[in-house]
């Protein structure tokens, strides 16, 4: 099963939930891309990760025209913007989804107030794509 996660920077969120869904189950061939990749992935998000043990560290950002013309069983919008400019693709869709999550890379404040941001949408996104998972993708396989 081929997943596709877009967000606006590719940076926090699409990062976070592609490394979920790959340790939920390795048999997926989960990527995540950006509509305006940013030029490296967020390191809060790469610590909030490692908290649960998903390394995320060797991520790079990626521009979804490097997807466009693939065919994906999921295409999955993680932020409003990436909803809003999510391109036309060439490659077959067979499902379209948009789960939102808060950036948490807007968080102020302390490198641990900060990263508590991060964790609180990871725990989100874990929650919510651990369900998706169960409900929909799995049954799939």
Excluded: W
């Excluded at 940013?38 to 979804?64: C, L, T, W, Y």
Aim: hydrophobic letters at 40%; aromatic letters at 8%.
């Amino acid at each position: 099963m081929r997943i596709l996660i877009l967000c606006t920077g590719n940076s926090a969120r699409s990062q976070m939930a592609e490394g979920i869904l790959r340790a939920l189950d390795p048999r997926l061939e989960v990527y995540s891309a950006g509509t305006e990749p940013a030029a490296q992935v967020n390191p809060f998000a790469v610590e909030a990760m490692r908290r649960i043990g998903i390394d995320i560290s060797g991520a790079r950002p990626k521009h979804v025209r490097e997807f466009l013309e693939r065919p994906f069983d999921y295409v999955i919008t993680v932020c409003g913007e990436a909803e809003r400019n999510c391109p036309v693709f060439t490659g077959e869709v067979r499902r379209r989804l948009h789960l939102g999550f808060p950036d948490p890379a807007a968080a102020t404040g302390t490198d641990e107030e900060r990263l508590e941001v991060f964790e609180r949408v990871r725990d989100a996104i874990r929650q919510q794509f651990g369900e998706l998972y169960e409900k929909e993708i799995r049954r799939g396989l």
